[in-house]
């Protein structure tokens, strides 16, 4: 093994090397202290005379978007259609898991209870939520933004 030539430096192409004498590259090196020396108070920056604004892809908010009403309560009606439907179902497996059995103990009864009384009050909180989307939409179609 040549230990000679593994030493050598690789030479630079004559682009490469008249591009890193044309650019200023700079590399600044913390200032070492001497540990008996005070220390210094940082500098406070002082802020420009122009507020800075962004430039325009980020200063514009989007203005609102056009959508039917009938579209809008389809997708209101949708999601929580979907909503209603994965409770009842959960509703049915949870019940599944207590009893598979036709013999129900005590325990296994009011388990059953608590899950119904469950499911059952999160349907009629999603069917309070859905209805009152639908009326937002509604009261939004006639110009009401906000009630007093």
């Known amino acids: 093994m040549d ?32 540990p008996d ?3 210094r108070r940082p500098k ?14 980020f200063c514009q908010t989007p203005g609102p978007i056009s959508v039917a009403q ?3 309560r389809k ?10 439907q994965a ?5 049915k497996l ?7 059995g036709t013999g129900l103990t005590l325990i296994q009864a009011s388990l059953q209870r608590l899950v119904s009384e469950h499911w059952d009050a999160e349907v009629k909180h ?4 859905k209805r009152a989307q639908l009326l937002e939409l509604l009261l939004a179609a006639h110009g009401i933004t906000r009630l007093v």
């Open 3 to 34: 230990t000679s030539n593994s030493a050598k430096k690789r030479s630079m192409s004559p682009s490469t090397e008249a591009r890193y004498k044309e650019s200023k590259i700079s590399i600044k090196r913390p200032k070492l202290e001497a």
């Open 94 to 100: 949870q019940l599944l898991e207590i009893a598979p």
């Open 37 to 39: 020396a005070e220390p």
């Open 87 to 91: 409770c009842k179902k959960e509703k």
């Open 70 to 72: 009938t579209y809008l």
């Open 126 to 129: 999603c069917e309070e939520v």
């Open 75 to 84: 997708l209101i009606l949708e999601c929580w259609e979907a909503e209603i």
């Open 44 to 57: 406070r920056e002082v802020p420009d005379a122009e507020p800075m604004i962004p430039l325009p892809p």
